[in-house]
């Protein structure tokens, strides 16, 4: 009697072709499920913040090196309106626990352009102003001058602060198509870190 051989690749009973196609398009949709990593922000550089007292209110002097990168530019040209965020904290250290978070505000920018006049207008709250060029818009939107963002009675005189302060662009507020597209490219992920410093009015 021979002894039997093991069966080769070629011996080997293969899937069906429409088992083998459903199998592909169940693991490309399992892959679908999985959401991609969000990526990583383009950086606004802060180069300088700081808050005082006057008045009875507290203002925040910032300046951010913020410019608008070519997809963001194309976007505004083509009628999206974009977002900016400014956010503002203010918290009181303790030793013992959490810091207390005393202050958390924002401002929001929203910036449009019209095309048959070639202007940019950008409005926040009741204020609301027409600019001629990119540049004017960076510039407005970048430095940030004297900007109420607290009662001084909310605060303790004589006491230390930790502030901190950001500006991002708001995906969130975009149309949901472009949601989609900043959850995976850089250039609607634009964004500064926190610039953090001491305060006490």
Not at 65 to 73: D, G, I, V, Y
Not at 176 to 197: C, H, M
């Amino acid at each position: 009697m021979m002894p039997r051989t093991p069966p080769t690749r070629d011996d080997l009973p293969t899937a069906p072709p429409r088992r083998r196609a459903l199998a592909l398009a169940a693991a490309l949709a399992l892959a679908a499920l999985v959401p991609a990593p969000p990526a990583r922000a383009d950086v606004i550089p802060g180069k300088a913040a700081e808050l005082r007292v006057e008045d009875g209110e507290v203002l925040l002097n910032a300046e951010f090196e913020f410019s608008f990168n070519p997809t963001l530019e194309e976007a505004l040209r083509k009628g999206v309106p974009l977002y900016f965020v400014l956010e503002v904290e203010i918290s009181r250290p303790r030793w013992y626990w959490l810091d207390e978070k005393v202050v958390s505000a924002a401002t929001t920018w929203r910036v449009s352009y019209a095309p048959l006049a070639q202007q940019y207008r950008v409005a926040s709250g009741l204020f609301a102003q027409t600019l001629g060029s990119i540049d004017e818009v960076e510039r407005l939107i970048g430095r940030v001058t004297s900007r109420p963002v607290a009662r001084a009675s909310e605060l303790a005189q004589g006491t230390r602060y930790d502030a901190a302060v950001r500006l991002r662009l708001d995906v969130n507020q975009l149309p949901k198509p472009f949601q989609v597209n900043a959850l995976a490219s850089r250039e609607w992920q634009l964004a500064s870190d926190w610039q953090r410093f001491a305060f006490t009015p």
